[in-house]
Nanobody, 119 residues
Framework: QVQLVEFGGGLVQAGGSLRLSCVAS????????MGWYRQHPGKQRELVAR???????NYADSVKGRFTVSMDKVKNTVYLQMNSLKPEDTAVYYC?????????????WGQGTQVTVSS
């Protein structure tokens, strides 16, 4: 059974930085991509950034130039380095992965971690 566990959320002042980590555990034989979504109160979950196993990345326009997503394929871990944080980055951040486990591929989610940016 695959689990995604996030680390690194918290409270930071505007202009500061945080680094999120997400570790995938279980019987994993392949990773298509891993990434991060976020959800503001009362709004739909939105893509923040994603990285494929080949290293291709894509970002939401609102975070381009400030956030960097990366993956350690050996550790089955995805990172999100968040710099120049703004109050509007405050949200619950969710790790997401499409990966192969057992005999099939599946779409997996972490439990979420709160990021709060104070002005």
């Amino acid at each position: 059974q695959v689990q995604l566990v996030e680390f690194g959320g918290g409270l930071v002042q505007a202009g500061g930085s945080l680094r999120l980590s997400c570790v995938a555990s279980g019987s994993i034989f392949s990773i298509n991509y891993m990434g991060w979504y976020r959800q503001h109160p009362g709004k739909q979950r939105e893509l923040v950034a994603r990285v494929t196993s080949g290293g291709s990345t894509n970002y939401a326009d609102s975070v381009k130039g400030r956030f960097t997503v990366s993956m350690d394929k050996v550790k089955n871990t995805v990172y999100l380095q968040m710099n120049s944080l703004k109050p509007e980055d405050t949200a619950v951040y969710y790790c997401n992965a499409v990966l192969g486990s057992g005999t099939s591929y599946g779409d997996y989610w972490g439990q979420g971690t709160q990021v709060t940016v104070s002005s």
